[in-house]
């Protein structure tokens, strides 16, 4: 579908010809909707991993009825009783989320609502986040919407019967639409479009000591390697330590690592997963000159 298609179109058909008399019935009409892909590409949530903060069980449907993966099956249908509306309990910052697998640039999310209810609307006071850090089960829009790393987007009116909006390319794994109160948390779909990335480790370290040197005396660092990618890691991971001058390694170890304290290096091959750190190395220095 072209970008620039318009919000709706009408397709017409003809017949002709077989020796026909009456002309009057040989065209037919058919009105389309065209919903907009809200920036291109394909959606990156369709049949991702879905979760919500509860799922309402019914007896119009088996239980549990109202699955979070409803509003990730490619069905904007709004009509509960149709069968792709997922719903959460009347639960207090009602939420619902996507993992989309691995980070990726989202231009657009497009949320859609419950069409067949309610009055006053229930999707009317809601959050759209975005993050490559998980969300946490206890996360309200009080404690997300300033957290670092995380885009977010207020919406105070009902999608009719859908809501687009726009985080300009942000990056992000997790996707999630969030109540500002008390209420249940009704979502035919919601789409993610925009690039789709690729699943890469991407190790980071601290390092930290305690009050000051004394000279002539040990003093001790505590570096940590962590893994913050989307993906575990492979292969040897080293850590090095470049220490300035005045100060000399005398001892470096670590749970799991093996450490050589001439070099100041300690490597190990385990795979670290993500949102993950290694046992720290502890690194024992000594100094020779004024106080650090």
């Known amino acids: 579908m072209a970008g620039?298609?318009?919000?709706?179109?009408?397709?017409?058909?003809?017949?002709?010809?077989?020796?026909?008399?009456?002309?009057?019935?040989?065209?037919?009409?058919?009105?389309t909707t065209i919903n907009t892909s809200g920036g291109g590409g394909s959606d990156l949530a369709l049949g991702k991993t879905a979760t919500q903060s509860s799922t309402l069980s019914d007896t119009y449907f088996a239980s549990p009825s109202r699955v979070a993966a409803l509003s990730v099956d490619g069905n904007t249908d709004g009509n509960y009783y149709d069968g792709s509306v997922s719903s959460t309990n009347?639960?207090?910052?009602?939420?619902?989320?996507?993992?989309?697998?691995?980070s990726a640039t989202a231009n657009s999310v497009v949320v859609w609502n419950r069409t067949d209810c309610c009055n006053p609307p229930r999707l009317v006071d809601y959050w759209v986040f975005v993050s490559n850090t998980p969300f946490l089960s206890t996360d309200t829009p009080t404690t997300l919407q300033n957290r670092a790393g995380t885009w977010s987007n207020h919406q105070t009116t009902a999608p009719s019967p859908s809501a687009t909006v726009s985080p300009g390319g942000y990056s992000g794994r997790y996707v999630r639409v969030q109540l500002t109160g008390q209420n249940y948390l009704s979502l035919a779909e919601v789409q993610v479009f925009g690039s789709a990335g690729s699943n890469t480790p991407d190790m980071t370290i601290t390092k930290s000591h305690t009050g000051s040197f004394t000279q002539g005396q040990a003093g001790t660092y505590t570096i940590t390697a962590a893994n913050s990618g989307t993906a575990t890691t492979s292969g040897t991971v080293s850590v090095t330590d470049s220490l300035p001058t005045g100060l000399t390694a005398s001892a470096l170890s670590g749970s799991g690592w093996?450490?050589?304290?001439?070099?100041?290096?300690c490597t190990r091959s385990d795979a670290l997963a993500t949102a993950s750190s290694y046992p720290a190395i502890t690194l024992t220095v000594n100094r020779h000159s004024v106080l650090v």
């Open 90 to 102: 009347n639960d207090q910052n009602a939420w619902w989320q996507v993992d989309l697998g691995n």
């Open 258 to 265: 093996s450490c050589n304290v001439s070099t100041v290096t």
């Open 4 to 31: 620039n298609a318009p919000a709706s179109v009408t397709n017409e058909a003809n017949v002709s010809g077989g020796s026909e008399i009456n002309t009057s019935n040989d065209s037919a009409t058919d009105v």
